[in-house]
């Protein structure tokens, strides 16, 4: 009885450490997803880290969404400890909503709309020795003014 139980004990500690794979036995890659709180009066940012959550990753091929950022854009750097860059990605217009409606002509209108506050999730691919979110300001001259860098929490699973 004894040894049914030790089996039984082994099983559900082997299978509560071993990795996610996925349909191929592959390991599945992980990836970070940063919830931030942004928030904008005249030329002055606040960002917060809301939390940060690692997640698998079941696509094969992650495209980055926000590697074209313009005017206003963000450009965040992700750092280990020593401040090294690990990633970098880009984020068009945190703070501008676009919106689409039906035209009366059958067309589609839309309309963006500038917000004071917004919460934006940035994904990128998770690294152990992620430890800090660097955040710069692209400005219409195309250059870059630091906002701010934070440390990140420890993410959630």
Known sequence: ???????????LLA????????????????????????SKQGDYYNILIKDIT??????KNYVRMEDNANNNGL???????????LDSLKINDPLVTRYEYPNEDGTIG???????????IVRCPYNPRMQYLHILRLTDKKQK????????????T
């Open 1 to 11: 009885m004894n040894k049914i139980l030790l089996i039984a004990l082994g099983c």
């Open 15 to 38: 299978n509560t450490v071993k990795p996610q794979n996925d349909k191929a036995g592959n390991l599945l890659p992980k990836m970070a997803l940063i919830k931030l709180k942004i």
């Open 54 to 59: 690692v997640i698998d990753n079941d696509k």
């Open 75 to 85: 450009h965040c750097f992700i750092l280990d400890k020593s401040k090294t860059i």
């Open 110 to 120: 839309s309309k963006e709309v500038a917000l004071d506050e917004k919460e934006v």
């Open 145 to 156: 003014k630091t906002l701010v860098t934070l440390k990140l929490p420890n993410p959630g």
